[in-house]
């Protein structure tokens, strides 16, 4: 079973002895407690017969509550061993996992993929799927990963019937994913020249070119940003093109997104790996539990769903202040710990947080039409819904201007996406060949070595630092965004030209 990311190998043991009854013991829950009508079922419709002795099924270890349904077939299985109906020489070799109906087929389970990998490393030789789940686990190299129709199948291949070949699922070898592989995202229309380009692209996108600057510094280096503007600004827009800029995901980040995505029960298409990074966006009248992660079934939430990739917060004035203020321990350890009286866990969250919101209450603040009818203190309570050490976590706060009557009636097209996406690929390379991570995610440590200023850049941010009243976060974050900035330039050192711009996009 899942505790999180984490595996916990569940043994059923079965004794059958003189008497009357069957009993589920090992702290099982609903579900599990109902597998008993589903197997004995199962097993009656495919001429097995049901022990008529006193018959006790422990799960273990017994301390640890089990929920779901994948321990139907392994079950059945064990229970027809110890009713000696079936010859089952070495279960040390098995790992089996599923949900079986009352006709003894198999149904789809959550967390095969992660379930896989645990075999994996324990050193099984073997794995028993549903058919329906045994797809995620393709890219487990190693072991071998049957995909079962039903339960007569399951006895075959612990038999070792000669047709159970047929059931191997294919395992995929992709070693890496490199920086120079296509960006999915970027797939989806051609223009007349051929050029292909997503359905949100960056070249649909008039003028607006600070703000589009901006993310691609945000996409660079993995940081967080958002976007202040007017209604119909294009705010929106600009933040769902931001995956098409965004670079394909390394191996280890595609497997580690996979896994949650496994155990959430979303895995898309059962075929693939997921490469193309995740862009989440709830709805503001999401639960905090829905964003978070936890419940009963301590689910992951939106921001591990969104792990490697972008949560997207509309309208983020909208959402409640305890619900934000709920995200400033995930940004700043990029995880998150989920304790409750039950269980807890933990689930990975590193994402780029993206916000969009209006200026102010009427959305017109700062426009040249004179539109805003906002007293400062409308402007005051508006901005004060996001607290202060959420902004100060927010690398990039970019206002965004209404576009002008000529640019919007002009047909001519801005740079494409496919375009920006190069240069982030090559800034994005330049930072994991050099830290293995983005510089958003820059220790301390890692930003004494590698970025150091000069006389002239130390002189300069000494001003910065006290014009703008800088925090230690607020100063570190300025030159983890500078440093960024610098690797698009492809320079070797941060320059006052690269703070000065960090600047810009700070305050």
Request: aromatic letters at 6%; proline letters at 5%.
């Given at each position: ?6 595996v916990?190998r569940?043994?059923?043991e079965v004794?059958i002895?003189?008497?009357v ?10 579900a ?12 009656q419709?495919?001429?097995f017969?049901?022990p008529?002795?006193?018959t ?6 017994a ?10 077939v392994?079950?059945a ?12 020489f070495?279960?040390?070799?098995y790992?089996?996992f ?7 087929t198999?149904r ?14 324990k ?6 799927f549903?058919?329906a ?9 190693g072991?071998?990963i ?5 339960l007569?199948?399951?006895?075959d291949i ?5 047709y ?5 699922i294919k395992?995929?070898d992709?070693?890496?994913f490199s920086f120079?592989s296509e960006n ?34 945000a996409?660079?280096?993995?940081h967080n940003v ?11 827009f600009m933040a769902?093109?931001?995956?098409s ?8 980040e595609?497997l ?5 995505y ?10 693939e ?5 995740p862009?989440?966006?709830?709805h503001?009248t ?5 964003l978070?992660g ?19 917060l509309?309208?983020?004035t909208q959402?409640?202040?305890y619900?934000l203020?709920?995200l400033?321990q ?14 807890k ?6 994402f780029m947080?993206v ?7 009427c ?16 402007i ?7 607290s202060?050490?959420l ?9 965004v ?6 640019s919007?009636t002009?047909?001519t097209?801005a740079e494409?996406?496919?375009k ?5 690929r090559e800034?994005?390379?330049i930072q ?6 983005t510089n ?6 890692q930003?004494?070595?590698?970025c150091v200023l ?6 300069f941010?000494k001003?910065?630092i006290?014009?703008f ?5 607020s100063y570190?974050r ?9 690797d698009l330039?492809?320079?070797k ?9 960090a600047v810009q996009y700070?305050?």
């Open positions: 079973m899942c505790v999180g990311l984490n916990v569940i043994t059923v004794s002895t003189q008497g009854g069957i009993y589920l013991v090992g702290l099982p829950d609903s599990v407690r109902e597998s008993l009508l589903r197997v004995t079922t199962a097993l419709s495919h001429n017969r049901i008529g002795k006193k006790v099924i422990n799960l273990a270890p301390d640890l509550k089990k929920e779901g349904t994948g321990y139907d392994a079950i299985v064990t229970l027809l061993t110890a009713s000696n109906q079936i010859s089952f070495n279960p040390q070799d790992l089996i599923g949900e079986i109906g009352l006709d003894g198999l789809p389970v959550k967390g095969v993929l992660p379930i896989a990998m645990f075999a994996k490393d050193g099984y030789k073997a794995c028993i549903p058919k789940s045994s797809g995620e686990a393709r890219f487990v190299n072991i071998k049957y995909g079962a129709n039903n007569m199948e399951v006895v612990i038999n070792g019937e000669k159970i070949d047929s059931l191997l395992g995929i992709k070693s890496t120079e999915l995202s970027n797939i989806g229309r051609k223009n007349e020249e051929g050029e292909v380009f997503s359905e949100f692209d960056f070249r649909d996108v008039k003028e607006q070119d600070f703000a589009k600057r901006g993310l691609e510094i996409a660079s280096g993995g958002i976007l202040v503007g007017s209604p119909g600004s294009g705010k929106s769902k093109c931001l995956p800029i965004l670079p394909p995901m390394t191996r280890e595609s580690e997104t996979s896994m949650i496994s155990i959430a029960g979303e895995y898309s298409d059962n075929k790996l997921i490469i193309t990074r862009f989440r966006t709830p503001h999401c639960s905090q539990i829905s978070i936890g419940g009963q079934k301590c689910r992951p939430g939106e921001i591990s769903l969104a792990h490697n990739g972008v949560l997207y509309d309208e983020m959402y409640p202040r619900m203020d709920s400033r995930p940004l700043e350890d990029r995880k998150i710990s989920i304790s409750r009286a039950k269980y866990v933990e689930y990975p969250a590193s947080l916000g969009s919101m209006n200026p102010c209450p959305g017109y603040a700062g426009e040249d039409d004179e539109k805003c009818n906002c007293t400062p203190p409308m005051s309570r508006y901005w004060s819904k996001i202060g050490p902004l100060d976590r927010i690398d990039l706060q970019i206002r201007r209404r576009v002008n009557s000529k919007l002009e047909e097209k494409s996406s496919r920006i996406a190069e240069r982030v800034a994005r390379y994991y060949k050099r830290l293995g991570i958003a995610q820059m220790t301390p440590v930003m004494e070595k590698y000069g006389l002239d850049e130390k002189r941010m001003k910065i006290d014009k009243n800088l925090s230690a976060r570190s300025v030159l983890k965004l500078s440093r960024t900035i610098a330039s492809k320079s050192n941060i320059t006052v030209q690269h703070i000065s711009e700070r305050f």
